[in-house]
């Protein structure tokens, strides 16, 4: 397979800080020169339910009506027994992408790059014709399907990224990347104790501060779903079953935060966020992968029980707060 990482990259730095690895492949989508085109059936989302960075993409891709113009190919929530660090289409019959046909996600990143030497990571966006890699870039892909992809939205699709609060939007989502999305790995990769407290600590003063936000508005920027709280849900809905025990993230659970926990529930009853959830593919993933769960063999082969994720479909009393059911700007024609 090229040169591709035969185990799992440490990504750490002499602090023991846990430093998520760059980008490969970023070229934006868009109609000017050089950018990728925008074409119906020409590429495909490979993703796995337990990543929250392709989870969101799917959300996006969903809520938006864009599921017949990018098809999905879906990875399996173990990583496969093999001396590198990889995703697996081992649910697909005959254990091979049936679109693709590749039985793991580094083949196309190995015909993209030969000398790709990085983890081949979900969401990645494939040109099917030539099974290669366009696009990995987890932090802008939602965007570019809010925006380069809008000529293939479905009727009324909302306006996840409103062009008036882009530059709010980025701002916040920004913080929340650090801190938060990739504040829980800095806690669960992290390979010193003060790596760890700093990420910790850093993780539940930003959670602190959602709180505190969210005490008087519906969602992040008021009345209506955005960007960001796609983002942000990601994180929040594998925290407690995931995060909480196996990153060692565990001050408070989500379900302790009266606003966060009554937010969570407010998004996952939403289409497009609960229907694309799945918790025990996450569980499985956190808990029994062998790039992630404990060394001791014996705890490792435990998928734990709870929490009880049915609670999540409780009353949240959140719409209170905007006065109104619906939770999508529809941009006005």
């Known amino acids: 397979m090229g040169n591709l990482q035969k185990e799992k990259p440490l990504e750490v730095d ?3 800080k846990f430093n998520r690895q760059k980008n490969s492949f970023t070229t934006p989508f868009g109609s000017n020169v050089g950018d990728l085109p925008v074409e119906v059936g020409r590429y495909r989302l490979l993703w796995s339910p337990v990543c929250p960075w392709a989870h969101r993409t799917v959300i996006v891709r969903r809520i938006l009506g864009l599921e017949d113009v990018i098809s999905l190919g879906t990875a399996s ?4 027994n093999i001396p590198r660090v990889d995703w697996e289409f081992s649910l697909d019959e005959g254990g091979l992408d049936p679109v693709l046909g590749v039985q793991y996600i580094s083949e196309v990143y190995v015909n993209a790059d030969p000398e790709y030497t990085g983890r081949p990571t979900v969401p990645a966006i494939v040109d099917i014709q030539e099974k290669k890699v366009v696009n990995n870039d987890y932090f802008r892909l939602t965007n570019y399907l809010e925006t380069a992809w ?4 479905k009727e009324n699709a909302p306006d996840l990224y409103p062009e008036h609060l882009r530059a709010e939007i980025d701002e916040l989502s920004d913080g929340i990347f650090h801190n938060v999305n990739n ?3 800095k806690c669960g990769f992290a390979r010193s104790q003060e790596a760890y407290e700093e990420a910790y600590d850093s993780l539940f003063n930003y959670l602190d501060q959602l709180e505190e936000r969210l005490s008087t508005k519906r969602f992040l920027f008021g009345d209506y779903i955005t960007d960001t709280d796609v983002r942000l849900y990601a994180t929040l809905a594998r925290f407690d079953v995931a995060y909480y ?10 379900v302790d935060f009266p606003n966060l926990w009554g937010y969570l529930r407010d998004l996952y009853q939403t289409p497009g966020f609960g229907d694309t959830t799945d918790f025990e593919a996450i569980k499985v993933h956190y808990h029994l992968s062998n790039h992630i769960a404990s060394d001791d063999q014996k705890s490792k082969n ?8 049915s609670t999540l479909n409780t009353p949240h009393g959140r719409e209170a707060l905007s ?4 939770k999508f700007l529809i941009p006005q024609k």
């Open 77 to 80: 929530p173990m990583r496969p």
């Open 183 to 185: 504040g829980v790995y």
């Open 245 to 254: 025990s196996a990153f060692k993230a565990n001050r408070n659970m989500i």
């Open 323 to 326: 006065g109104k059911e619906e």
């Open 302 to 309: 435990i998928l734990p029980k709870g929490p009880d994720t």
């Open 14 to 16: 002499q602090k023991g």
């Open 150 to 153: 809008a000529p293939f939205h």
